[in-house]
T-cell receptor, first 114, second 116 residues
Framework: AQSVAQPEDQVNVAEGNPLTVKCTYS??????LFWYVQYPNRGLQFLLKYITGDNLVKGSYGFEAEFNKSQTSFHLKKPSALVSDSALYFCAVREWNTGNQFYFGTGTSLTVIP | DAGVIQSPRHEVTEMGQEVTLRCKPI?????LFWYRQTMMRGLELLIY????????DSGMPEDRFSAKMPNASFSTLKIQPSEPRDSAVYFCASRFRGGSNTGELFFGEGSRLTVL
C-alpha cells in the first residue's frame, strides 16, 4: 500500500538559515513525488515534483527537493529561509502505474523566526 | 487562466440542513477530486472522478454524503442532513490524466463549512 510519512509536525528555523522538511514514502513500484504548500485559509499550492531523472528537483520560491531511492525519502529544502515561507507543507506520492490517487502526508508546519 | 473554482467559500448552517458545495475544475482537466481537511484527521480523500465517472468513493464518510459530476466542468458535494462533525474545509482539486500521466493536482481555495 502507498503511504507518505512526514515525521515532524512542526519545524522552526531562523530567517536566513537553511531549512529541511522531511518526507519518506512507501510504494510498491516507482514513485511520483510531490510537494505542496498551504498558507492560512488557502488551498494547497504545487511547489515541485519528481518524476524521473535528476534526483535534485528545483521548484517554486527557491525550494528544491532531493529524491533518495535507497532511503525512500524526498526531503524539501531551501538554502535560506524567509519569514514568508512560514506555512503548512505537504508531501504526496502517487505510484506511476496505479491510476490516479495521490497519497498525502499529515503535513509539517514550518515557522521561520525573524 | 482560471484555477479550480469553489463555492461557497464559507458556509454556516444548522444541524440537519442540506449543504451543497460546488466545484468548477480547470478547463481540459479530466480528473476531479474532493478532499476534506480537519485538524484532527488532516487531509482526507473523499471521492474522485475520471471523465465524470466516480472511480473511488471509499472515503465518503457515510450515506449522508453524495457527489456528482454531471459534466466535465461542474461537480457538487452534498451533505444531507448535515451534522456538527461535518465541520471542515472541503477542497476540490483537478488534474489532467493522460499522456505520460505525470501531472500534479491543482487545488481550489476550499469551502469552509461550519455546522452548528
Amino acid at each position: 500500500a502507498q503511504s507518505v510519512a512526514q515525521p515532524e509536525d512542526q519545524v522552526n528555523v531562523a530567517e536566513g538559515n537553511p531549512l529541511t522538511v522531511k518526507c519518506t514514502y512507501s510504494v510498491s513500484g516507482n514513485p511520483y513525488l510531490f510537494w505542496y504548500v498551504q498558507y492560512p485559509n488557502r488551498g494547497l499550492q504545487f511547489l515541485l515534483k519528481y518524476i524521473t531523472g535528476d534526483n535534485l528537483v528545483k521548484g517554486s520560491y527557491g525550494f528544491e527537493a532531493e529524491f533518495n531511492k535507497s532511503q525512500t525519502s524526498f526531503h524539501l529544502k531551501k538554502p535560506s529561509a524567509l519569514v514568508s515561507d512560514s506555512a503548512l507543507y505537504f508531501c504526496a506520492v502517487r505510484e506511476w502505474n496505479t491510476g490516479n490517487q495521490f497519497y498525502f502526508g499529515t503535513g509539517t508546519s514550518l515557522t521561520v523566526i525573524p | 487562466d482560471a484555477g479550480v473554482i469553489q463555492s461557497p467559500r464559507h458556509e454556516v448552517t444548522e444541524m440537519g440542513q442540506e449543504v451543497t458545495l460546488r466545484c468548477k475544475p480547470i478547463s481540459g482537466h479530466n480528473s476531479l477530486f474532493w478532499y476534506r481537511q480537519t485538524m484532527m484527521r488532516g487531509l482526507e480523500l473523499l471521492i474522485y472522478f475520471n471523465n465524470n465517472v466516480p472511480i473511488d468513493d471509499s472515503g465518503m464518510p457515510e450515506d449522508r454524503f453524495s457527489a456528482k459530476m454531471p459534466n466535465a466542468s461542474f461537480s457538487t458535494l452534498k451533505i444531507q442532513p448535515s451534522e456538527p462533525r461535518d465541520s471542515a474545509v472541503y477542497f476540490c482539486a483537478s488534474r489532467f490524466r493522460g499522456g505520460s500521466n505525470t501531472g500534479e493536482l491543482f487545488f481550489g481555495e476550499g469551502s469552509r463549512l461550519t455546522v452548528l
